[in-house]
């Protein structure tokens, strides 16, 4: 399998798994409505927007999730996930090893006390399911904690059903 091809899935397990959180959490309110749960799906869902903005070069609006709630937020993440797919199919094999910088690289230098190295486009389409994966698992841990048993949204699992797209 080509890298593109492996980024591909990874995004295409991404929205499966987004998915299957949403349907664990829709019905009900208590969830829906569970500050901590929106907290992060705002900032998971904005942060895949953000990054596919970044790499079309457009602009950017970090604030443009906040207000959503769990149904509007629901329909962002689809949208966005539509037009990552859209965006992975413009590229080539050639184009993931170019280098690119992320607009708040130097933000992160100054934080982090170090000079951040350089990446390329490839390492930065990594870091987006990588980090939804993250906080995909802080929900899921929230939704247990609320007595909801949280879908099984391993990318293995994924694998396993044939690499089924989202239900919607």
């Known amino acids: 399998m080509d890298t593109l091809s492996l980024i591909t899935d990874m995004f295409r397990h991404t929205a499966w ?3 299957l959180v949403f349907s664990a ?3 009900r309110p208590e969830v829906e409505q569970d500050e901590f749960i929106l907290a992060k799906l705002r900032h998971l869902h904005v942060v895949q927007k953000i990054f596919l903005d970044v790499w ?4 950017l609006n970090p604030q443009e999730a906040d207000a959503l709630d769990s149904q509007r937020l629901r329909l962002f993440a689809w949208n966005t996930h539509d037009e990552t797919m859209r965006f992975l199919e413009s590229l080539t094999p050639d184009a993931l090893d170019r280098l690119f ?6 933000m992160a230098t100054a934080k982090l006390g170090f ?3 350089d990446h ?3 390492e930065t389409l990594v870091q987006v399911p990588a980090h939804s994966s993250h906080h995909r698992g802080q929900v899921c841990a929230r ?3 609320l007595g909801v048993d949280p879908p099984m949204t391993d990318y293995i ?3 396993w059903r044939h690499k089924p797209d989202p239900i919607r």
């Open 17 to 19: 798994a987004d998915a």
């Open 25 to 27: 959490i829709f019905g």
């Open 56 to 59: 079309r070069e457009i602009p």
């Open 101 to 106: 910088v992320l607009p708040w690289s130097k």
């Open 115 to 117: 000079e951040v190295a």
């Open 120 to 122: 390329t486009l490839a």
């Open 143 to 145: 939704l247990r904690e």
């Open 157 to 159: 699992a994924w694998i």
